[in-house]
């Protein structure tokens, strides 16, 4: 008997290995000749205590997944176990299993796991096919740069996959529909007062969900009564999609309800606005239960058809066809050393309320940690130039806020993680991926949110106890990195600014900053 081994965030009905049979058996054949395997391992809280939410959608989209592909007539097992490696074994011996197939992981620390394993029939790896651009074409592309740029890999992108190009310019596909690649800067707007998005579309846990409720709150209470800290966030309200019908349905929704202004407030941040216009559609293609090029045709075809401004549906066509391709290449561009990055030498350990969720004293920090609590999800800005942010200038240590964004993050992989917070987040691969450290002050965050109003903090001011942590740390990033960050063209400007700051001043800015800085080095 053939075994297939189907990891969490492969639950794709073209799994490769399914495909493979099927071609080379035909449907029937194959089914009768194979037993599908998927097991929900309690070992994965070893490594990483994963936000509630996080572990129900995971371990309860398997479970529907399970269910659909015995539908569709396939021999299908579940497990329920402490270790991958003895459900494995077990399941190979029950079933006489002679040779067993899996698709490469995303995600490399996964691949060594299962190449750790030892077990005692051979193992076939089909290529991926959860993204567009392989491994190898990602390097093929990749390898003549000397300095790698989104904005060329996205271009090459759309080119070769033939996204929102002019059919009529000469030779027809070769320019961008429009006559522009990019339209970032009209999508910057700062939200106006009373600024709210359409609701997003919530589905209600049904049997199979609550039972995975029931079992992750158990695994908490287990975990406490053993002096464990337990699982951070709430499981509920659980409303997210748990099936690849609902997630296409809340691609339909994305689009009839928020496609059109997805563009002008993509770097809003209103309170109590947690979704906006975003699409939501991350954990769905994380998981695999939808497959980014057909979410990328089907936003190209009914962008058109509906006459969304260009501005939003490129906007988000390249935040897919873009930067998801472009941070999974990355990830495997780079190599294994990539995530022990440390440009700044930052070692500042996380303060307890990131772990807590809340309870920082900043508005902008608690209201993104409290939503973050209840869902398992922060939109991009939110992500980037509250929590991110915060950690690059308060100096937090990259690899310990990674290992928390990876936890409390319902579309948190490897994969993604890594470019996304030691590279975009921290700078802390010293400009791998971005040309410049995305450090800003409480003024950028008064200004594209509502958070400040609601603040004890004042916003203008940059010391004393009533100053805008965000400016004081902000300032004191930049004189603790002078010297590195001058080397950098682009950072030019705001150290002419420091340059002006009176020494006085700036000792009193370095002060406040010291008080909100995490005191302990890590390491
Ligand atoms: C510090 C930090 C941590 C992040 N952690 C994650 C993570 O754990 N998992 C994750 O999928 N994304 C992560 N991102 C990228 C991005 O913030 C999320 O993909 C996005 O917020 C998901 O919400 P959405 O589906 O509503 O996205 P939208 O804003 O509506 O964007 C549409 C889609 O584009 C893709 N996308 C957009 N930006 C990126 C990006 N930078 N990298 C990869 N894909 C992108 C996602 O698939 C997303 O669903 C992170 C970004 C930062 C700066
Ligand atoms: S004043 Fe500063 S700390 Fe308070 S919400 Fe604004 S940016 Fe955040």
Known sequence: ???????????????????????????????????????????????????????????????????????????????????FGDALTAWIAEHGIRALAVMEPAERPFRQAIERLELPIPLQWHPSNAFLWSREAFSAWAAPYKQLRMELFYREGRRRFGVLMDPAADPPGSQPLGGQWNYDHDNRKAPPRGLSGPPPLRFEPDAVTRAVITKVEELAQAMEAAGDAGLPGQSQPFAWAVTRAQALAVLEHFIASRLDGFGPYQDAMVSGQPTLWHALLSPYLNLGLLHPLEVIRR????????????????????????????????????????????????????????????????????????????????????????????????????????????????????????????????????GLLASKPYAASGNYINRMSTYCKGCRYNPKQRSGADACPFNALYWDFLARNREGLGRNPRMGLVLKQLEKIPAPELVAIRSTAASHRPTEPLR
């Not at 572990?55 to 479970?63: C, E, I, K």
């Open 1 to 83: 008997m053939q075994g297939i081994w189907i990891l969490g965030d492969q639950l794709n009905a073209a799994h490769p290995a399914l495909q493979a049979l099927e071609r080379d058996h035909g449907p029937q054949e194959a089914r009768r000749r194979c037993r599908l395997l998927l097991i929900e391992s309690t070992s994965v809280l070893a490594w990483r205590r994963y936000h509630r939410q996080k572990l129900v959608l995971v371990w309860t989209a398997m479970r529907h997944f399970a269910a659909e592909l015995r539908e569709a007539g396939w021999l299908v097992d579940q497990r329920e176990a402490s270790s």
């Open 299 to 430: 936003l190209e075809q009914a962008g058109l058809e509906q006459g969304t401004p260009l501005a939003s549906l490129e906007g988000v066509i390249r935040q897919i066809l873009g930067w998801r391709e472009y941070t999974h290449g990355l990830y495997w561009w780079f190599g294994p050393d990539y995530p022990q990055r440390n440009h700044f030498g930052a070692v500042r350990p996380l303060p307890g309320w990131l772990e807590q969720l809340g309870g920082s004293g900043m508005a902008c920090l608690d209201t993104v940690l409290g939503e973050l609590a209840i869902t398992g999800y922060a939109h991009h800005i939110q992500r980037l130039m509250v929590l991110a942010n915060y950690g690059l200038i308060a100096g937090l240590d990259p690899q310990a806020f990674t290992a928390w964004f990876h936890r409390m993050f319902i579309d948190g992989f490897d994969w993604v993680m890594q470019t996304n917070v030691i590279g975009m987040g921290l700078f802390a691969d010293g």
